[in-house]
């Protein structure tokens, strides 16, 4: 039984004649591959990733498992090849989710003149460039009654630098409203960003990584954020996890770390860490518990 | 006294007519104020370090001592505005030096598109895009006789990812000659680049101080090595130093840090640590005293 992913915040989706990613109630998620040599060099990617003995086993839980490739019978109706994946949000209820895609540059130096210059005016039209990353998409799970709070493409695609900084709260906070003027609690912080298991200590192993990889560079890939607000309100564990993903434009290292996505990946962290001390300061003054 | 620097690797050259920086007998430092904002823009960022009392103390040291503007006859001959720094060579005698731009991107996101536009060419024609950094400039003492290694700008300018590694392995070499396929020793390695007062150990500091800084971005600015062999021969010290240098293009932090230069600084920090770790790797095997 395919069906089109509930929790999908990025990238295309599946619809009507439209090409998108389908997901299956075994927990896989199947991504069409994308035309021209993106598909193939993400297929590739997946090959070579998964069968490299040098990525240390405790950095691959931060990717998708990969499953190999599947021609089948697309969301178009038509057979078209597929790469095969774990589907990261079958196993959760409600996941709030973030798409953030790292790194200032998301061209590789071996590019075409013509797509540099395309991405060049996207990374300067975003805070790619100011901020080392911008954000693909979310949803972060309300209520029930309220479902999520999901702002359109369109809107993500405008925000600036300022916008980033309090998305970054709302995504951990029980009131994100649509306002953006509207001050975020960041009541879960502490349990999503937080602690030994959250994602700050998560992005910090991967950072660990990036500084002395020089395997793969990561060109235009994007780091997801998901947690389960029902877990944190039960007074379980956030069950936070960050993976990488979309890898159409990974590049051979070439003994040369991937400096582009380590700046961006430590400036996330630094925003990271910025509301994590805002908190503790704030739980110093007694105003808030964190 | 005023005259032309004896150690100058890179940048502008005082000349015939020319404008470019002098020194005098007391270790001062003559930078003649660049054209348009950005020698007033150089100037203002000098004087908002000096003042500023968020820069930590053992981060001013990576920077020349500033000591104001002066208005006085230049290389031209005519009158001209000029920053007056510490001269950085002033007290060292042969001393091996190395400008290499930090950065992969050159340009800061204020800058005109016609400024973009010729930064990004020369970024991607240099190792900028790939490395991270490309080299300015080089000179290597080889001994009294022989004088100096100090390849042309032209050749530097040409120069690709594996010639730089083999340069900064030339530039800590006792044999560091003309043609690029000689193998350089690296017989200076351990004094120069290792040790608890080394390079790596103040790239290190460095970085640790970008990983948090967010009041400037250090846009196209330059870190110099510097040491002297004669002390390393003699047993002493390398005196090996770290500065930045080179702040027109500096802008303002706002919050974010400064993740290019950090992306550049640590793929300069792997390159070095490799060559310290494969002659730990040579030592080991008995083949080289480190």
């Known amino acids: 039984m395919l069906k089109i992913p509930d929790h999908q915040v990025a990238g295309h989706e599946a619809g009507a ?34 069968s490299n003995t040098k990525v240390p086993e405790h950095i691959r839980k931060y990717f998708p498992t990969y499953y190999g490739t599947k021609v089948m019978k697309a969301s178009t109706g038509v057979e078209h090849p597929h790469i095969v994946l774990q589907d990261l949000a079958s196993t959760r209820v409600n996941p709030s989710i973030m798409d953030i895609k790292i790194g200032s540059r998301t061209w590789g130096p071996e590019a075409s003149d013509a797509y540099i210059a395309k991405c060049l005016e996207r990374d300067r039209e975003s805070t790619s460039v100011t901020l080392g990353f911008r954000l693909s998409g979310l949803q972060v799970f309300i209520n029930n009654e309220s479902g999520f709070y999901k702002p359109n493409r369109d809107f993500i695609h405008k925000i600036g630098p300022d916008d980033v900084r309090v998305i970054l709260r709302k995504f951990v906070s029980s009131n994100p409203s649509e306002k953006l003027d509207t001050a975020p609690d960041c009541s879960l912080a502490s349990s999503v960003y937080g602690g030994t298991n959250g994602i700050l200590a998560q992005l910090l192993e991967l950072k660990a990584w990036f500084e002395d990889q020089t395997i793969y560079h990561f060109n235009a890939c994007s780091v997801l954020f998901m947690f389960e607000k029902g877990l944190v309100l039960n007074g379980a564990s ?41 908190m503790g300061h704030t739980a110093t003054n007694g105003q808030l518990e964190v």
């Open 17 to 50: 004649g439209k090409l998108g990613p389908l997901v299956d109630d075994s927990g896989r998620f199947y991504k069409p591959l994308q035309s021209g040599k993106r598909g193939a060099e993400e297929a590739a990617f997946y090959e070579s990733f998964s």
């Open 238 to 278: 956030s069950n936070a996890e960050v993976k990488l993903i979309d890898f159409a434009h990974v590049t051979e290292g070439k003994g040369v770390i991937d400096h582009n996505f380590l700046g961006g990946l430590c400036s996330l962290i630094k925003f990271i860490s910025d509301i994590l001390e805002t």
